[in-house]
């Protein structure tokens, strides 16, 4: 790890392209506070529901706010630009919240308003390359442009066959997603100055942006950047699919993904550089080995506790109806099955870290709302499991 991150780091673009500025992180080595305030962006297809996950454990565990999806929405608004009357209650409430993290559209001005001056601002990013055909595969049957080609090599080979701007909310997935969900324009032309101002506002807004395809090595960054614990950032792979779903692209393929979405590709080599620099300036190369260790070790000491089956399993063997993910396109959602003689303790723990979004969203806004009407999903949730935690939130 430590000599491929050497090479990454020797093949930085020119200095006058590589220049970073972002608020400031913490300093290494010093003493710090646990933040509380965190804004995260989670993209589409880019391990962010497994980040979302953390979040919504530290919010229970600190007993925080979360800025939570109105009604029955299940994101903040997306695909619309946020505005702060998709969060619940936040006009008659008008308080900042601790923790803001479920999908929207970043629309910088309207979420200051929800969040605290102090919010600590990050989100994800991954190869486009394998977001696209996860994204192909999991936005099958809602992207126009996705339903009417066979796969994803055909879609590619000619885009433009399939995709049309006239339709470009409802074809967000299939272009340039994730400079979508940072608020721009995924159609925007391929302009070297369009792109490096659009790069300098995303790093004058984030104080960090991690890289899904090093998915270890960021929590570890995020660990350091929040000064949280170990089993704070320690994950169970969520909202992942079965194999046999995964397309292979062809050369040819993968190629015309970096034209197809080159908003995206340079919005990922850009941040795949800060983020090695971050490693650096934070944590250090020969101290993130030792702690990604820790943390798989961590990951695998919990498996054992939690789990029935080493792996995620396929829907139709999850035995937990109410660990059943939302199943979407031609993706097949795994989930995990819990060892069946966990004490009250464990069964909580292990519960939350393998809970769906969906679930654990509608869950904390029965907390945190109790006097309205529950998220209605359309399958069973975990009440049951939660009665001695339902103590409502209070506001920062």
């Known amino acids: 790890l430590v000599h491929v991150v050497q090479i990454l780091l020797l093949i930085s673009l020119p200095d006058s392209q590589a220049s970073y500025h972002s608020p400031e992180l913490v300093t290494p080595h010093l003493p710090c506070r646990a933040r509380t305030n965190v804004m995260f962006l989670k993209t589409h297809k880019t391990a962010s ?73 990050f989100s994800i ?54 400079w979508f969900d940072f608020g721009y324009d995924n159609n925007a032309k391929d302009d070297e100055s369009y792109i490096q101002a659009v790069l300098e506002e995303i790093e004058q807004n984030f104080h960090l942006v991690l890289i899904a395809d090093y998915f270890d090595e960021s929590m570890i960054l995020l660990k350091h950047a929040l000064c949280w614990d170990l089993d704070d950032v320690v994950y169970f792979k969520l909202n992942s699919r079965k194999e046999d779903t995964v397309q292979t692209l062809t050369p040819e393929s993968k190629e015309r993904v970096k034209v197809w979405c080159s908003l995206d590709w340079k919005l990922y080599l850009h941040f795949n550089q800060t983020f090695w620099k971050r490693i650096q300036e934070i944590v250090g190369l020969e101290e993130l080995e030792k702690e990604v260790n820790h943390l798989r070790a961590r990951q695998k000491e919990l498996m054992e506790t939690c789990l029935s089956d080493w792996r995620p399993v396929e829907k139709t063997r999850i035995k937990d109806k109410a660990l059943m993910p939302f199943q979407s396109g031609a993706a097949s959602i795994l989930s995990y099955n819990l060892n069946q003689d966990l004490d009250n303790k464990s069964l909580r723990t292990c519960q939350k870290i393998v809970m769906p979004e969906l679930q654990y969203m509608s869950y904390l806004y029965a907390l945190q709302h109790p006097h309205k009407k529950r998220k209605q999903l359309g399958f069973p949730l975990f009440w049951n499991s939660f009665q001695e935690n339902k103590t409502s939130p209070s506001h920062s």
Not at 66 to 84: D, M, N, R
Not at 87 to 92: A, C, K, L, R, S
């Open 125 to 178: 990013v991954r190869n486009p390359v394998s977001q696209l055909e996860s994204s192909y595969v999991y936005y099958k049957d809602a992207a126009p442009a996705f339903r009417t080609s066979k796969d994803v090599n055909e879609y590619l080979a000619s885009p433009m066959s399939y995709y049309h701007k006239v339709n470009y909310k409802q074809n967000i997935y299939a272009r340039n997603n994730m």
């Open 49 to 121: 529901s497994t980040i979302l996950n953390m979040l919504f454990r530290f919010t229970e565990k600190h007993n925080l706010t979360i800025a939570l999806p109105a009604k029955q929405l299940v994101h903040l608004g997306y695909p619309e630009t946020f505005t702060t009357s998709f969060v619940e209650e936040f006009q008659t409430i008008g308080q900042n919240y601790n923790i803001m993290c479920n999908h929207l559209r970043f629309n910088r001005l309207e979420v200051q308003k929800v969040m605290a001056e102090n919010t600590f601002y």
